[in-house]
Structures are given as structure tokens and as C-alpha cells.
């Protein structure tokens, strides 16, 4: 990488899943610099030595996102590792079960710190970079349908909203914000013996449509995309 032309940047948060994995090896095929964001330091070790394998540089930062206190610290620390930062791609969350009238609360604070509150923390932390970039992109993988425990419901209802004035926040730096949502997905999440996995969302799928924002023209950003499976994944009985 020449000194006058840096290696493009990319955040990947929740790395070490079915779908940050496939995000991270589509970007290091494009020869990203990563910063791979996950809670397990092997996994991380692993899917950045698979990364390099086809020709990106990946750093690696196990870290629990749900503890948002000191996470603004610790992402700019990752950060400053790279040449420059462009995207930010989140793909992490948790779940959490439980009726509103006997939730564990605890629980549903941990589930609400993983999937949304960390977004914010760490979308504000990445933002001035990507916003100097000029040409940025941050994307949020959430899910199709409100369906679930109200927590559940309540994160991604807040995750849509937040990401719909996240980009009025930022168009003007020429920034792009992406929600995609997704069906269901083939990822150890999904767990049903009444599911066909060939039929499901693949997580090639996802960074597909990554590329696909991310190969936009200035003039225009897709700032919401859902995903269905073409075909019903659900086994005939």
C-alpha cells in the first residue's frame, strides 16, 4: 500500500457470526483493512488469519459490547489502527425471552445494551472518521418483521428509527446509512428443525447487499432493504 493512497477502512462488529464472517472475508477480498469486533479472541484470531488468506489485513479486538461504558474508549483505540476508516458494518445482538410481566430485567438491560445501545456508542465513535472520508457508509443488519418478546421487538423498532435519522444526520457528508433486514438467515441463531437451510437467506447473501450499497453512486443511498427467502424455508409437513 503506497503512502499516498491508503487502504480503505472497514468496522465489522459481530464478526465472529454467520454473517459477520461473510462480511469480513467479502471486504478482505476487496482488500479492506478490518477491525474485527467479537467476544471470542480465538474466533477473531482465526477468521483474521482466513482474511489475510485472501488478501486483507484484519485487527482483531474481543470486546463486550454490551458494557457501553468503556466501549467508546476501546473503539477508538481499534480505530487508529487503520489507514482510514470508511465503513461501519454492525451486525451483532443478542436475545433475550420472557413476557413484560415476568422478564429477568437483567437480561433485557443485556439485551437492549447489545443490540441498540451499542450501535450508538460505537456509530458515534466511528462517525467523524467516516464523515471525513467523504464517501462513507455505515450499515446495520437488523431483522425482518416485529415479531418476539417485546424487548426483542423494542430494539429493532429502535434500531430502524435511530438508522432512518442517523442518514439525515450525515447525508450531507456524503455518508450512506443502510438498515437491511433480513429473513430468516442461515446462522447458528436460527434454530428449527421445521427450517430448510438451503432456503434460507445465505450470509453471502447479506454482504451482497452490502456491495450493493456500497457501490451506489453519490447521487442516491438505499437507506432501508429487506431480504425474504425466495422460497418458503418452512419443511412440508
Known amino acids: 500500500m503506497t503512502a499516498n493512497k491508503p487502504a480503505k477502512g472497514a468496522l465489522v462488529v459481530g464478526a465472529t457470526g454467520g454473517m459477520g464472517q461473510a462480511i469480513a472475508l467479502a471486504l478482505a477480498e476487496r482488500h ?10 480465538k ?29 467508546p474508549d476501546k473503539i477508538e483505540a ?16 443478542t436475545y433475550a425471552g420472557g413476557t413484560a410481566d415476568e422478564a429477568d430485567l437483567a437480561a433485557w438491560d443485556h439485551a437492549l445494551d447489545t443490540n441498540f445501545r451499542a450501535f450508538v456508542h460505537i456509530s458515534r465513535t466511528a462517525l467523524p472518521a467516516i464523515n471525513k472520508s467523504g464517501h462513507g457508509a455505515v450499515i446495520c443488519i437488523g ?15 429502535a434500531l430502524a428509527g435511530y438508522c432512518e435519522r442517523l442518514f439525515e444526520d450525515v447525508r450531507e457528508y456524503g455518508t450512506k446509512v443502510c438498515l437491511i433486514r433480513p429473513g430468516f438467515v442461515n446462522t447458528k441463531f436460527v434454530n428449527s428443525a421445521r427450517l430448510d437451510r438451503t432456503k434460507m437467506v445465505q ?7 452490502m456491495f450493493y450499497v456500497l457501490d451506489m453512486p453519490q447521487t442516491s443511498c438505499p437507506s432501508e432493504i429487506k431480504l425474504r427467502p425466495q422460497f418458503t424455508p418452512y419443511k412440508k409437513s
Not at 143 to 157: D, E, N, R, T
Open 143 to 157: 431483522s425482518l418483521g416485529y415479531a418476539g418478546p417485546a424487548i426483542q421487538v423494542a430494539s429493532k423498532q
Open 32 to 41: 479492506y483493512q478490518l477491525v474485527l469486533v467479537g467476544r471470542d479472541g
Open 203 to 209: 450470509p453471502d447473501d447479506i454482504a451482497r447487499t
Open 78 to 93: 481499534e480505530i487508529a489502527k487503520l489507514d482510514q476508516l470508511e465503513l461501519m458494518v454492525h451486525c451483532a445482538g
Open 43 to 71: 474466533a477473531l484470531a482465526d477468521l483474521a488469519d482466513r482474511c489475510a488468506a485472501v488478501g486483507g489485513t484484519a485487527f482483531t479486538a474481543a470486546i463486550d459490547i454490551s458494557d457501553t461504558s468503556s466501549l
